[in-house]
């Protein structure tokens, strides 16, 4: 069965440097893959969104990759800063609207 | 959160008794989703909607029940709560089409 995985569980990076997030899934690529942060004690909320198509997309400081060969979605931040610091998630739709998700990267940036 | 109430947003139950967790939306959205969040686990699917009446199995549905008598009201239901159904259960709401999920603010649930 389709697994998506998220092997970091926490990553520190200084302020100002790139934070990449990996996410990695196990069997058929997905038609799209989608990005969520989490704050302590809220929802997830939706950041972005990519399709097996589409290499690469940007939103402000973010961008995320979809390489369907490594059947892996990379997600970076730049000149990350201290509100950047949150939970990450990734996830992906099984068909039919049915959604799983990983189990997070909790990145902490440092002042 | 806009659109997505949950309730109660914390409950402290005994093991043995039944509970019932509320979603509500005021964005006649489609789909709807329970989704259970445990540390090392991350977000469980544990059951979802696709329209009133119509509801499938996810992950995690061992032990929950729900229901969807109308668009806008999502029940998920423990029908003898244990402790490892402790956890922060967490309700979603997507459009069709629409490629994301909105959550709500979730449900701290402790089993006793």
């Known amino acids: 069965s389709q697994k998506i995985e998220q092997n970091s569980e926490a990553l520190n990076i200084q302020e100002g440097k790139t934070a990449t997030l990996t996410c990695n899934y196990t069997?058929?690529?997905?038609?799209?893959l989608q990005w969520y942060r989490q704050d302590p004690g809220r929802g997830p909320v939706f950041l972005l969104l990519?399709?097996?198509?589409?290499k690469e997309k940007r939103k402000e400081r973010l961008k995320v990759t979809f390489d369907t060969t490594l059947k892996q979605s990379l997600f970076h931040i730049t000149a990350s800063q201290p509100a950047d610091s949150a939970t990450y998630l990734c996830?992906?739709?099984?068909?039919?609207?049915?959604?799983?998700f990983g189990t997070g990267t909790r990145l902490k940036v440092l002042a | 959160d806009a659109g997505i109430t949950q309730s109660p947003r914390h409950k402290v139950t005994e093991t043995g008794t039944p509970v019932t967790l509320r979603c509500h939306q005021t964005?006649?959205?489609?789909?709807m989703y329970w989704y259970r969040q445990d540390p090392g686990h991350g977000l469980r699917l544990i059951h979802y909607?696709?329209?009133?009446?119509?509801?499938d199995k996810g992950e995690v549905s061992d032990g929950y029940s729900v229901s969807r008598s109308k668009t806008e009201d999502f029940l998920l239901t423990l029908e003898s709560a244990t402790s490892s159904q402790t956890s922060v259960y967490f309700c979603?709401?997507?459009?069709?089409?629409?490629?994301?999920?909105?959550f709500g603010s979730g449900t701290q649930l402790s089993v006793l």
């Open positions: 979603a709401i997507s459009e069709e089409g629409g490629e994301k999920l909105f």
């Open positions: 069997n058929y690529s997905p038609a799209y």
């Open positions: 990519i399709r097996e198509n589409e």
């Open positions: 996830a992906l739709d099984l068909g039919t609207y049915k959604y799983i």
């Open positions: 964005e006649n959205h489609r789909y």
């Open positions: 909607s696709y329209g009133v009446k119509d509801t």
